[in-house]
């Protein structure tokens, strides 16, 4: 995972509270990708963005906010924590020319709303 | 909705066994990717095969891809305990699009 960080680890919050989870990539990869895992339901994509100041909407974005101000950095914010949102969240990146080595992915944030 | 689905759900074996596992998928593809997710780690790029190519080799893994019938396999060969892991595959309309993820084949190579 050398390259792309997530912080925190580990997280947990309360009903109702802001949270923010950090990601921060080192290759100026253009694409920069937010995933949920859950039991039962693999990895669902929540937002991507394909460079500074694009993003867009994926599989299941209600609830979360992201912004990409800088190339290296995506942060994803749930403006009001609710249970249903304990999951474990993985950021990935990608490269215009790395596209033969798949994507990069973080090392997850374990997050537990209470 | 996944587009990618693997087939078995868990599958365990002996050391030295072959593994396959099977993906299918639901629409058009740029390419399929499989990825490694060892317990409490992020997922690990193994393979990526494009849509015009039936066969790739990388190491111990050849993986196949079916156009046609919507499907690929991930064999991995004379499997060691180290394997053991849940594998997913994934597909891309495009490089740098969304990637849909299957809800993974948990491996388990018994020693």
């Known amino acids: 995972d050398a390259g792309i960080t997530q912080s925190p680890r580990y997280k947990i919050t309360e009903t109702g509270r802001q949270v923010t989870l950090m990601c921060h990539q080192t290759?100026?990869?253009?694409?920069m990708f937010w995933y949920r895992q859950d039991l039962g339901h693999g990895l669902r994509l929540i937002y991507y963005s394909a460079a500074a100041d694009i993003t867009d909407k994926g599989e299941v974005p209600d609830g979360y906010v992201v912004s990409r101000s800088k190339t290296e950095n995506f942060p994803l914010t749930l403006e009001s924590a609710t249970r249903s949102q304990t999951s474990v969240y993985f950021c990935?990146?990608?490269?215009?020319?790395?596209?033969?080595?798949?994507?990069?992915f973080g090392s997850g944030t374990r997050l537990t709303v209470v | 909705s996944q587009q990618g689905e693997e087939d078995p759900q868990a599958l365990s074996i002996q050391e030295g066994e072959n593994a396959t596992m099977n993906c299918s998928y639901k629409t058009s593809i740029n390419n399929l990717q499989w990825y490694r997710q060892n317990s409490g780690r992020g997922l690990v790029h193994l393979i990526l095969?494009?849509?015009?190519?039936r066969e790739k080799h990388s190491g111990r893994l050849r993986v196949t891809l079916d156009t046609s019938k919507k499907s690929s396999s991930l064999l991995i060969t004379a499997s060691r305990a180290a394997d053991t892991a849940s594998y997913f595959c994934a597909t891309d309309k495009r490089h740098g699009s969304r990637l849909t993820f299957g809800e993974g084949t948990q491996l388990t190579v018994n020693p």
């Open positions: 990935a990146s990608s490269g215009d020319w790395t596209e033969n080595y798949g994507y990069t």
């Open positions: 095969i494009r849509s015009n190519e």
């Open positions: 290759w100026s990869h253009s694409y």
